[in-house]
């Protein structure tokens, strides 16, 4: 944990963000991509009280450390913790060692294993080396909620769980959903929302941030502080990032993202990957560009002023210089030019037809295309090397079994293997 600023500087540093900015601007710029502030009202009193009083709001946002790698529906949050920072605040990288142990229920129909400390703390480690490409860390505490929450003793749980209703618990969608389909609950999944709204308890928070599934934990918080005396924290939700199929959450384990630590290239050809319309909402979220620099630069492509492609790998170029630099991002675009664009491929190349039974429900099951056009095997074969990330269409790695591009010809790699499939 990084010791406080001299007040001197915190209030030269505030008065400062407010002369570039006026608070109806700081209120636009933080509102950006967000989908709910409870209450907003209350974060334009916190701003104003706060810049009077020369001190910086304390902003905290939750990570239980489940996978050791983040991706770009990460950054979602980190951007709006980056755009506090920007106005001159602390934000509270907090990273839930201790409840990740329990294993947070949200958005699950079932009980979540678990984790391992030792599991936590390797993946935690990985975190904090990642975080630093989008944060400030002079701007940033790093903390683990295993501080308080590790010593606390059975009476003091007992007391925490006093503060909250079972009714109101109860009425969360996840757990009255199951409770109506029969599903059983676990005691200790009650305990997690308890766990993370005394995080912000331990920290006197200001503000917390959360994706839009974290809501009711986010607001469990703002209650508990107010029990415990303080004054409760503006609540502020995210939206969650689709991942490249246009569909489902970003998640790794639906080979539907885009890794921060990616090399240059791949990050590049997977945003490539994503869908005219969803180009617009990476742009309002993984993107600095203000909503009116959107609007125009949606204005243009709809008005045939510029090509829907030019607009992507323009929004390539900025995602990757954030994680990489400007120089490995205008790299990948000229790869991506050569290799997908130009289809500069191995002059002999063998072309086939697309075969019959391989489209399903308007999509190519690529296991049975691979298995069918001699590039697998077998259909479990192929299964495996799509799984494996072993295939590439069109210059993008393809890592699940079902292609939904109308593409009227495909350009399908696979190890040093190329087959073009006319459909």
Not at 80 to 92: P, R
Request: a neutral charge; aromatic letters at 6%; charged letters at 25%.
């Amino acid at each position: 944990m990084r010791s406080a600023p001299l007040a001197m500087p915190i209030r030269a540093e505030l008065v400062a963000s407010q002369e570039r900015m006026t608070l109806d601007e700081q209120l636009s710029y933080l509102r950006k991509g967000m989908v709910e502030i409870i209450r907003e009202e209350d974060l334009r009193e916190r701003l104003v009280a706060a810049a009077a009083a020369g001190r910086k709001l304390r902003i905290k946002v939750g990570f239980d450390p489940t996978a050791p790698d983040l991706h770009l529906g990460h950054t979602v949050l980190l951007r709006k913790m980056k755009h506090f920072q920007d106005l001159g605040h602390t934000v509270i990288f907090l990273i839930g060692d201790m409840t990740g142990l329990i294993g947070d229920p949200t958005g699950r129909n079932v009980t979540r294993p678990p984790m391992t400390r030792e599991a936590i703390l390797e993946n935690a480690e990985t975190y904090k080396a990642q975080v630093f490409k989008i944060l400030d860390p002079e701007k940033t505490e790093v903390r683990f909620n295993s501080e308080w929450l590790e010593p606390m003793q059975y009476v003091d749980i007992v007391r925490l769980a006093s503060h909250y209703p079972v009714a109101r618990m109860l009425e969360r969608d996840y757990f009255s959903n199951r409770l109506r389909d029969g599903i059983s609950i676990s005691m200790h999944e009650l305990l997690y929302p308890l766990a993370q709204g005394y995080d912000s308890v331990a920290l006197n928070c200001d503000v917390e941030m959360g994706g839009t599934d974290q809501r009711f934990n986010l607001l469990v918080g703002r209650d508990l502080q107010r029990d415990y005396g303080q004054a409760p924290q503006i609540v502020c939700t995210t939206p969650l990032l689709e991942g490249i199929d246009g569909v489902n959450k970003m998640s790794k384990s639906l080979g539907n993202y885009i890794g921060i630590t990616e090399p240059p290239d791949v990050m590049f050809r997977k945003v490539m990957q994503i869908s005219d319309e969803l180009m617009w909402r990476y742009y309002l979220l993984l993107t600095d560009k203000t909503e009116s620099e959107i609007a125009r630069l949606r204005a243009s492509v709809a008005d045939g002023l510029l090509h829907p492609m030019e607009a992507k790998i323009a929004l390539g170029k900025m995602i990757v210089a954030d994680y990489h630099s400007a120089a490995e991002a205008e790299s990948a675009a000229a790869v991506f030019d050569n290799v997908v664009r130009r289809k500069q491929v191995p002059a002999e190349i063998e072309t086939v037809a697309l075969p019959e039974g391989v489209v399903k429900d308007g999509a190519i099951r690529l296991d049975k295309l691979l298995a069918r056009i001699g590039l697998a095997e077998s259909v479990s074969d192929a299964a495996r090397k799509v799984k494996a990330g072993a295939v590439e269409i069109d210059g993008v790695k393809w890592t699940t079994l079902a292609w939904a591009e109308p593409s009227p010809e495909i350009l399908i790699q696979v190890g040093k293997h190329w087959r073009k499939v006319i459909r």
